[in-house]
């Protein structure tokens, strides 16, 4: 495995959740709809993220 300088950066959560779709809903990029309400917003829904298997590391 990689040195890291700190031990929880090695795959930064990459190995509980798939990270992209993640960064797509939360970035609004996953054709959600997000409502405003005077000065709050709501997203429509949330999503449960699918397990997957750790990256493969290269040696």
């Known amino acids: 495995m990689m040195d890291k300088k700190y031990e929880d950066t090695g795959f930064e959560g990459r190995e509980k959740a798939y990270v992209d779709i993640d960064r797509m809903i939360n970035e609004g990029l ?27 590391v290269s040696e």
Request: hydrophobic share 20%.
């Open 30 to 56: 996953s054709g959600g709809k997000v409502f405003r309400h005077d000065s709050t917003t709501n997203i429509e829904e949330a999503r449960e993220l699918a397990e997957e298997d750790p990256p493969h």
